[in-house]
């Protein structure tokens, strides 16, 4: 029998604890899940977690590009590392969930501990796709995350059965096309591998020293890029999101797809490597769709009545910006998409909560029904509008630089008049999400609806403040967070040979 072989580039397997302690707690905390203060549990777990993805931070060497605490195993071919990009998503990752814990406490979703199960048990294979440079473990981590919110929105939907069934339809409709598409694009390239080199591999630093020439690489970017796009979401591949934001559970299957962007993640870190001159080549195509879809998005989270569904168009049209500043392939597009897809992430997580919360009033989330509320609520009125300028990109918000960014290199590489336009998008964007403000929580009260509104809980005053916290420290002192991801988009651009 052959030994399998391990070995760890640092003193200890690190990665292999975060992808695998969030499992561990989920066993832990199912097995004590009768116990009355298991929310204290979840969040010792959770907690553990952020302060290991803090210590990930506190160790990595920013100034080199290579991959770092690198990890193998001959085992199904085990692969694990990571860089300044891999990170920045690992600590958004570590503190969405942790924030998340608190989140289902106030909203009383923790009582039999089977949800606290599941959201500790989701971090898992989130930490597994930050960390692995093997697309099958990617594919196998992407299928057990989306399983896992496919329960969140059967078992702890807000809507009737009809609806609920409507929305897990759509869900696994077109998730299971983007898998399906994501295998297809994975099994090109690994096909093109053994063809040239005899020997079957997913692993991308294999991948990329064969990357398939021509139509097959058209192929691959095609199939890849729409198998990531189908989750991100991008229009026009974004018709599940709505019924899984409005008819789904309120914040925590929406955040959990949306506030950690692993779909942006994955394009930086196996798209553009692995099919760089398709990208190049396709280009143009992508970012006049993803302009299209920053406008058509806005058009219709306007038209909306429903704060649930108005915000999931708000995030499907800023999604449309962070593509446009990813096909820049521009080091400073690549840095503010990358920026602007954690900030987005962050405020989005940010202003889901705080709609459960006024859900958890006024049991619904008609802005025909609401209004009024900032006069109960204001920390919860203050802290939606504070995330509602970070994804808008206002001065002191870590948007406004990332923003910034993607301009610049919109300018330097297509010219005046698609920054314009893209610029205007994102006016279109502040319209609407001030408008969606002003009548949840300043238009008078309808007549008939919210006539006692509970004041803001403690629990709420921390959940809120922990998010505006983190948004407005990075706003006002981002260039940590640029230096940290810079060596890698450095290394990209000189890899898609554009600096």
Partial sequence: MNEVAWSVQ????????????????????????????????????????????????????QSIADFQF????????????????????????????????????????????????????????????????????????????????????????????????????????????GLGMLISGISVLAWNHADLSGQWSFDLFDLVQTPPVGKFQSVAFFLFFYGLALRTPLFPLHGWL???????????????????????????????????????????????????????????????????????????????LIIVGLFTLRKT??????LL???????????????????RRARSTDLNRLGGLFDRIPFLAITFLICGLSIIGMPGTPGFDAAHLVLDAVIDQFGAFPAVATALGN?????????????????????????AVERTLPMEYWVGAAIVVVLLSAGFYVEPWIDLIDTTVQTMTVFLGQE
């Avoid at 905390?29 to 952020?50: A, D």
């Avoid at 694990?80 to 009383?108: K, P, Q």
């Avoid at 989130?126 to 093997?134: E, G």
């Avoid at 597009?333 to 990358?338: F, W």
Wanted: proline letters at 4%.
């Fill in 10 to 61: 640092s003193p200890y397997p690190i990665l292999s604890i975060l992808q695998f302690f969030p499992f561990v707690g989920g066993l832990f905390v199912f097995w004590f899940r009768e116990w009355k203060h298991i929310t204290v549990l979840v969040r010792i777990f959770s907690g553990l977690e952020l302060l290991l993805a803090i210590f990930l931070y506190q160790k990595i060497n």
């Fill in 333 to 338: 597009g690549i840095q503010g998409a990358l």
């Fill in 70 to 177: 690198a990890e193998h195993a001959s085992f199904l071919n085990y692969h694990a590392a990571v860089d300044g990009m891999s990170v920045l998503f690992i600590l958004l990752a570590a503190f969405i969930i942790f924030m998340m814990t608190w989140y289902g406490s106030v909203r009383r979703l923790h009582s039999s501990g089977v949800l606290s199960t599941l959201i500790l048990s989701s971090e898992a294979p989130i930490m597994v796709m930050l960390t692995t440079l093997n697309l099958v473990w990617f594919v196998g981590a992407s299928l057990a995350e989306l399983t896992l919110v496919s329960l969140f929105i059967g078992r702890w939907s807000t809507a009737d059965e009809e609806d609920r069934a409507l929305a897990m339809t759509r869900f696994l409709q077109f998730q299971g096309l």
């Fill in 427 to 451: 006016v279109v964007a502040a319209g609407f999400l001030l408008w969606a403000f002003q009548r949840a929580f300043l238009a008078p009260t309808p007549e008939g609806y919210l006539t």
């Fill in 341 to 359: 897809s954690v900030t987005t992430g962050l405020a989005v997580t940010g202003m889901l909560f705080m709609v459960g919360f006024v859900f």
């Fill in 242 to 320: 709505p019924h899984v934001v409005h008819r789904g559970s309120v914040a925590i299957a929406p955040v959990l797809l949306l506030g950690t962007k692993i779909g942006i993640y994955a394009m930086v870190r196996f798209l553009f490597p692995l099919t760089p001159h398709a990208a190049l080549a396709w280009r143009p195509y992508v970012v006049g769709t993803a302009m299209t879809g920053v406008f058509y998005a806005a058009i219709l989270a306007i038209l909306q009545n429903n704060l649930r569904r108005l915000l999931s168009f708000a995030v499907i049209s800023h999604t449309g």
